[in-house]
């Protein structure tokens, strides 16, 4: 009989933290709509950079394979999206910051200064590096097996 006690009062304490979780998310919302509309502008006169940031934190938490069919996607620059994916990648996949040996403030004045098409070139030529760098050493391990 305790143990059945015990199970109800567990399941009764996780079903209150979840509720207090929910409760804080949604009071953190409108407490944030609240402070950024008294202090700043309405939340709805924000547009895309307010919708961008409410898209980024969700979509942190998406398997890979999900983020392609993502409504979230929609509200944020193909840039963002891309460079998360490089948070995602094998580590000798170097980002285009890394492959131009910028600093991170140096590489986010010149993200600020380009448009979505220059930055792709940037993100395109790194993974083409990281491709010919794969068949190469593909090509050392085939050879190396051969020679066994």
């Known amino acids: 009989m ?3 006690y015990d199970l109800f009062g567990i399941d009764a304490v996780d079903e209150e933290i979840e509720f207090v979780n929910e409760i804080g998310e949604r009071l ?6 609240l402070a950024v509309g008294q202090n700043l502008f309405p939340v709805e006169q924000l547009g895309a950079p307010y919708r961008a940031l409410r898209a ?6 998406l398997e890979t394979s999900e983020m392609g069919s993502s409504p979230l996607i929609q509200d ?7 460079h998360h994916l490089y948070t995602r990648g094998p580590d000798e996949l170097e980002s285009p910051m890394q492959k131009n040996r910028l600093s991170p403030k140096q ?8 448009k979505e098409d220059q930055i792709w070139k940037g993100v395109k030529a790194t993974l083409d590096d990281y491709a010919s760098n794969w068949i190469i050493f593909r090509h050392k391990i085939t050879s190396f097996l051969q020679l066994k």
């Open 107 to 114: 590489y986010s004045l010149w993200l600020d200064s380009q």
């Open 56 to 61: 980024f934190r969700p979509l942190i938490f």
């Open 2 to 4: 305790c143990k059945e």
């Open 76 to 82: 944020l620059p193909p840039s963002i999206v891309l």
């Open 28 to 33: 953190r919302s409108e407490a944030m709509k």
